[in-house]
């Protein structure tokens, strides 16, 4: 006998918790992808942890930039991405605020 899940995918999609493994474009799309599916508090409590792990990773690439001398330009990239990934985190968190978070990954897209 099979079990039949009656969840749809994209509600199955919205409840998983995604392992973050970098902050490239494609992350920051599934993430944007999750948080559009994303409507009850649990699923916003692991928008939020998948947005904690991108400002991580971004986190430790500025202290690694200024430590480095990358450049003005560079940096100032990272520092853009990061303030933009807190935005999304904060918008979340605070608001459940879907349509602003993708706004700003969008903009964060744009900059990767």
Known sequence: MTHHDTRTDAAMH????T???????ATLRGLAE???LSSEVEHM???ESELDEVWRLLDADV???SRNGLGDAP????LTLREL????????????DTA???ERLARAIALV
Request: proline residues 0%; negative net charge.
């Open 100 to 102: 602003g978070a993708r």
């Open 34 to 36: 999750r948080i559009g």
């Open 19 to 25: 392992s973050i493994d970098d902050y490239s474009a």
């Open 63 to 65: 202290a690694g930039a």
């Open 75 to 78: 940096l100032q990239r990272l």
């Open 45 to 47: 409590i692991y928008r």
């Open 85 to 96: 990934v807190i935005e999304a985190h904060d918008l979340i968190g605070n608001d459940a």
């Open 14 to 17: 919205a409840e998983d918790l």
